[in-house]
């Protein structure tokens, strides 16, 4: 009998059973090995703060909107979007995947899933790549999404807020693309993985004062060509748009929760003409989307591991057998400033 990992309402995991679906002709059966939890967007869910849990998104009109049926509603059970598995068995009409070969994607918490034929043969694990890096396809492709968005020049400044998993991430590739990074984050432990890592050329700590004046002294009073807001804060965010050059760029990438009273649009941004760009990994750039879409930004992350470009295994801090999935997010919640990615293990 298979099993996941649901959601029963705010603040309550559960191990579920579920029946086994069909293998239909063109699909292959995939069996979890390795599923990450993002600090993010599940978190959300777990505290109930996600907009979709309390208004309805009208897919239409691209809006939120009130209604007495929410997108979402408890028990969660489609939830988790960083998994890898092995298949272990193919319906009689597949032909370009084979057994034991893994694929990563997004299916949830949860023990065995069937994925269309297509679906597998886009996504299959690099051979050379430790099978639990595949854990990072869902993440890495929204950080290279960003990444994009920030159109970031060789030579220039890019300030990452926020130094979590995505921020990690983010700061690699930026660095990668021949920036001069400068890390911002609250906690030190984050910013000497960072330096440790060869992500950033400058670390700032929040706390010993405003980092956008810092930024703004490294740089003879510019400020950054680039930020890039990864916290989902609204005072980072608002910290980021300071730290900004004038009629330069912020990209946004944090998924922000109810107000924003930190965010001061009557001044720096009012002010030094600051674009402010949302980044989601729902849809890329205009001008890129003839040539790039989720599936080959999960690819290309994938490459980049593969080939030691990135360097993402130190972001891996705590693994947590299925058998005690009920206790997956206690670090999380626990001791945050000691966490950053943990995977569900179900090997």
């Given at each position: 009998?298979?099993?996941?990992?649901?959601?029963?309402?705010?603040?309550?995991?559960?191990?579920?059973?579920?029946?086994?679906?069909?293998?239909?002709?063109?699909e292959?059966?995939?069996?979890?090995?390795?599923?990450?939890?993002?600090?993010?967007?599940?978190?959300?869910?777990?505290?109930?703060?996600?907009?979709?849990?309390?208004?309805?998104?009208?897919?239409?009109?691209?809006?939120?909107?009130?209604?007495?049926?929410?997108?979402?509603?408890?028990?969660?059970?489609?939830?988790?979007?960083?998994?890898?598995?092995?298949?272990?068995?193919?319906?009689?009409?597949?032909?370009?995947?084979?057994?034991?070969?893994?694929?990563?994607?997004?299916?949830?918490?949860?023990?065995?899933?069937?994925?269309?034929?297509?679906y597998?043969?886009?996504?299959?694990?690099?051979?050379?790549?430790?099978?639990?890096?595949?854990?990072?396809?869902?993440?890495?492709?929204?950080?290279?999404?960003?990444?994009?968005?920030?159109?970031?020049r060789?030579?220039?400044?890019?300030?990452?807020?926020?130094?979590?998993?995505?921020?990690?991430?983010?700061?690699?590739l930026?660095?990668?693309?021949?920036?001069?990074?400068?890390?911002?984050?609250?906690?030190?432990?984050?910013?000497?993985?960072?330096?440790?890592?060869?992500?950033?050329?400058?670390?700032?700590?929040?706390?010993?004062?405003?980092?956008?004046e810092?930024?703004?002294?490294?740089?003879?009073?510019?400020?950054?060509?680039?930020?890039?807001?990864?916290t989902?804060?609204?005072?980072?965010?608002?910290?980021?748009?300071?730290?900004?050059?004038?009629?330069?760029?912020?990209?946004?990438?944090?998924?922000?929760?109810?107000?924003?009273?930190?965010?001061?649009?009557?001044?720096?941004?009012?002010?030094?003409?600051?674009?402010?760009?949302?980044?989601?990994?729902?849809?890329?750039?205009?001008?890129?989307?003839?040539r790039w879409?989720?599936?080959?930004?999960?690819?290309?992350?994938?490459?980049?591991?593969?080939?030691?470009?990135?360097?993402?295994?130190?972001?891996?801090?705590?693994?947590?057998?299925?058998?005690?999935?009920?206790?997956?997010?206690?670090?999380?919640?626990?001791?945050?400033?000691?966490?950053?990615?943990?995977?569900?293990?179900?090997?």
């Amino acid at each position: 009998m298979a099993q996941r990992l649901i959601l029963s309402a705010p603040q309550q995991l559960a191990l579920e059973a579920y029946d086994d679906q069909p293998l239909q002709a063109h699909e292959v059966r995939l069996q979890t090995l390795y599923s990450g939890i993002s600090t993010g967007t599940e978190l959300t869910a777990y505290y109930g703060s996600s907009p979709h849990l309390h208004k309805r998104w009208d897919t239409d009109r691209r809006l939120f909107v009130a209604s007495e049926q929410q997108t979402v509603d408890y028990p969660v059970t489609t939830w988790g979007y960083e998994e890898v598995g092995r298949v272990i068995a193919c319906g009689p009409e597949v032909t370009t995947v084979k057994e034991n070969q893994l694929v990563y994607g997004a299916w949830g918490h949860r023990t065995h899933h069937n994925v269309d034929e297509d679906y597998a043969q886009h996504r299959l694990l690099p051979p050379e790549l430790d099978p639990m890096l595949g854990i990072f396809s869902h993440i890495g492709a929204t950080a290279l999404n960003g990444v994009h968005d920030a159109r970031i020049r060789i030579g220039e400044t890019v300030a990452v807020f926020g130094l979590g998993v995505l921020g990690q991430i983010v700061a690699q590739l930026a660095k990668r693309s021949g920036a001069y990074v400068i890390g911002v984050d609250l906690q030190e432990s984050r910013l000497a993985l960072a330096s440790e890592l060869k992500a950033i050329d400058m670390a700032i700590n929040a706390r010993t004062g405003s980092a956008a004046e810092q930024i703004k002294a490294a740089t003879g009073n510019r400020g950054a060509d680039v930020s890039i807001e990864v916290t989902g804060a609204a005072p980072a965010l608002n910290e980021a748009i300071r730290a900004t050059a004038y009629s330069s760029k912020v990209v946004a990438m944090g998924f922000y929760q109810g107000g924003a009273n930190a965010l001061l649009l009557g001044e720096e941004f009012h002010h030094n003409r600051i674009n402010l760009v949302c980044s989601q990994i729902s849809g890329v750039a205009a001008e890129a989307s003839y040539r790039w879409d989720r599936i080959r930004l999960g690819q290309t992350i994938m490459r980049l591991q593969a080939e030691g470009s990135l360097n993402l295994k130190p972001l891996i801090t705590h693994i947590v057998p299925f058998e005690r999935a009920l206790a997956a997010f206690d670090p999380i919640i626990q001791t945050p400033t000691q966490t950053l990615q943990v995977v569900i293990d179900f090997t």
